[in-house]
Every structure is written in C-alpha cells, then in structure tokens.
T-cell receptor, first 114, second 114 residues
C-alpha cells in the first residue's frame, strides 16, 4: 500500500526535552513538508524539502529542526526552544513541480506537553 | 506575507441544499488552488483542485476560479450529513524556490443538518 506514515500517533513531551516525529513515504515523491495545526486554525508550514540533503524554512521554523538524508524520510524534531509545542503535526509529500501535483497527507501526530 | 482568507463559519445548511464555500487570496502569481476536507481529528483529504478560470465539476462538487478577482469557491450540491467537516482552501505558490508551497486558509466549518 502506497502512502505516508507518521509515527507516533500521540506524543508527550516533558519540559526541556527534544522529541522527534517520524514521517516516511513510499510514493517516490520528491518533495516533503511539515505543517502545524492549532485548534480551529488552518495549517502553517514549518519546513519543506525538495530533494535529499536540502530543506528550507517555512513560516514558523523557530524551535524546530529537520533532516532529509533519504528520499523516503523527513523527520521533524521539536526542540526545547519551542515553548508552545502542543499541536497537531502533519507531514505531506508531493511528486514534483507540475502545477496539478497534489500534496498528500499522513494521518498526523498529536503532540502534548506534560 | 501571502494570505488566504476564508469565512470560518460555521456554515449550516439543510440536507439536500447547496453549500457554498468561499476563499480569497492575496498573491496574483498563485498558479493552482486546492480544496481539502478535514474531519475532526483527522488529516486533510483532497476534494478538488483547479488552475484555470471557470468551473470544474466532479460529482456533487464544483470548484470555481476567478483569477481577476482572486477568488475561488467550492459548491457542494445535494449536501449530506457526511459532508459535515472543515473545508480548507489552499493556494500553491507560483514556483521558483518555493517549489509548490501551499498557503492554507483557516478553514470553514460546514454542518449539514438532517
């Protein structure tokens, strides 16, 4: 089955702790994205990557870090510098640059602070 | 800052009626436009996309685009209770280094009552 797998589904962070959210895709898509969604809000872009070993900051990158060592994987680390990390985190991927190319989403990770 | 604006609602329509969802965007260079449906606690799923002026129909859904007015809408005919969800409008960047970044509106909550 082709798709985007995010894990874990729920995650709890202690004060001062870094946590990593996993995102894996087997769609052979070039681009991958991380979004944050707060209750009653739309999605805000954290980071995105067009190719392996390259990524760009989105609109709200502060307190987050990413890596793209493999085409299939784009993990997101929520660092202790992110003071308000409680949110729904969504990973997406897209095939290429054609205007009709679509971003597909994983099931999401819900992060809470203990 | 590129902006996408939606009426947050909630929009309430009776079963069988037409639901009309609206979205405006600030960047005239935007190339394509997407409507996602998001059920509570779930990830967004694509309903329709459009990139040419005019109407595009798919079953009970019609997307309408007017680039001169920077306006895109989604009509849902014969609304069903299962259509009750949040509808997210997303606008794709024109290209270059932004590589298909999507900017999302805050979403419109639709409730279809029997």
């Amino acid at each position: 089955d082709g798709g985007i797998t995010q894990s874990p589904k729920y995650l709890f962070r202690k004060e001062g702790q870094n946590v990593t959210l996993s995102c894996e895709q087997n769609l052979n898509h070039d681009a991958m994205y991380w979004y944050r969604q707060d209750p009653g809000q739309g999605l805000r872009l954290i980071y995105y990557s067009q190719i392996v070993n390259d990524f760009q900051k989105g609109d709200i990158a502060e307190g987050y870090s990413v890596s793209r060592e493999k085409k299939e994987s784009f993990p997101l680390t929520v660092t202790s510098a992110q003071k308000n990390p409680t949110a729904f985190y969504l990973c997406a991927s897209m095939r290429g640059r054609v205007r009709s190319d679509i971003q597909y989403f994983g099931a999401g990770t819900r992060l809470s602070v203990l | 800052q590129k902006e996408v604006e939606q009426n947050s609602g909630p929009l309430s329509v009776p079963e069988g009626a037409i639901a009309s969802l609206n979205c405006t965007y600030s960047d005239r260079g935007s190339q394509s436009f997407f409507w996602y449906r998001q059920y509570s606690g779930k990830s967004p799923e694509l309903i329709m996309f459009i990139y040419s002026n005019g109407d595009k129909e798919d079953g009970r859904f019609t997307a309408q685009l007017n680039k001169a007015s920077q306006y895109v809408s989604l009509l849902i005919r014969d609304s069903q209770p299962s259509d009750s969800a949040t509808y997210l409008c997303a606008v794709k960047d024109a290209g270059g280094t932004s590589y298909g970044k999507l900017t999302f509106g805050q979403g419109t909550i639709l409730t279809v009552h029997p």
